[in-house]
């Protein structure tokens, strides 16, 4: 058998090479742009706005605290998966007792120009006598937003209602947004809500009570 030596320069040439490789592609800037505003239709707050919400009988108010959009930026990537990290969020609330509205969205633009969403609503939750939950404090309603095409655990597409009335206004390009109430663990204790374009929350429902939670403008 014949061993055949590799001579020590051309192993360093192509250790070199190698390594220029290596950093060429781990030091790529990506710019990335800030949240796009054709998404913002479908987390329309600003700080400090008052929100209130009435079941008919009782009036809560609830105030957006803070929120926040991603503004272009430039990072570092790998050439073969450039990623943007391009978020906008909001935090809407009262007193303790009222219920506090969470909302998170990231948009994604490699490989496909899409927007993500998640909806949290948080209240009381709601335990038996052994301390087992009955009704969770908290929801998430999700879906996420293509080109116009809106899906809820995609691939299923949601049509947009034309139109909905909440009981004390008309709303248009109305999302209805439900969670299973069957679940054997626990229940939520919202279980749907409306969201309409421009606007944000115009309806949440309770299941436990079977209270129905209505956005009513100033």
Not at 46 to 66: N, P
Not at 130 to 158: C, K, M
């Amino acid at each position: 058998m014949h061993k055949h030596n590799v001579c020590p320069e051309i192993l360093l040439r192509i250790i070199c090479l190698l390594t220029w490789i290596l950093l060429f592609s781990g030091c790529h800037r990506t710019t990335c742009p800030g949240y796009p505003d054709e998404y913002m239709k479908w987390i329309p707050y600003t700080s400090a706005s008052k929100i209130l919400f009435t079941d008919g009988s009782e009036t809560i108010m609830l105030r957006v605290g803070e929120t926040f959009r991603s503004e272009p930026y430039e990072a570092s990537s790998w050439i073969l998966e450039p990623f943007c990290d391009v978020n906008a969020t909001a935090s809407i609330s009262g007193d303790t007792a009222l219920p506090e509205i969470m909302i998170r969205s990231m948009y994604i633009n490699d490989p496909v120009d899409e927007a993500d969403y998640i909806y949290t609503i948080e209240g009381n939750t709601i335990r038996d006598a052994d301390y087992n939950i009955l009704y969770a404090g908290w929801a998430d309603f999700s879906f996420q937003v293509r080109e116009d095409e809106i899906t809820v655990y995609s691939p299923h597409t949601v049509s947009l209602m034309a139109s909905y009335f909440n009981g004390y206004k008309e709303y248009y390009n109305v999302l209805k947004l439900e969670n299973d109430t069957a679940l054997n663990y626990y229940k939520p204790w919202v279980y749907q809500v409306y969201i309409a374009e421009n606007i944000g929350v115009i309806q949440f429902r309770e299941l436990k009570n079977k209270k129905v939670w209505s956005l009513i403008e100033e």
